[in-house]
């Protein structure tokens, strides 16, 4: 069971949702199917998903 202390788990990014990747994808600064592409190799966890756009935009810096 949770404590209040435990971090909420990371929101799901459905990819099949179109509002929510297009709002990922603002959200991240990357257009929707860059969020759609990482879903497929990472998950739906939307911190892995930003976590793995952020490292490869900063590898294209």
Known sequence: MPTPL???PAERI???DDAAVE???TRLGVDAQAV???IVAVGGDSE???LR???ARG???
């Open 6 to 8: 435990d971090p909420a």
């Open 14 to 16: 459905d990819p099949d």
């Open 23 to 25: 709002r990922w994808a």
């Open 36 to 38: 759609r592409n990482t």
């Open 48 to 50: 892995a998903v930003a």
């Open 53 to 55: 756009l952020r490292s």
């Open 59 to 61: 590898a294209a810096d």
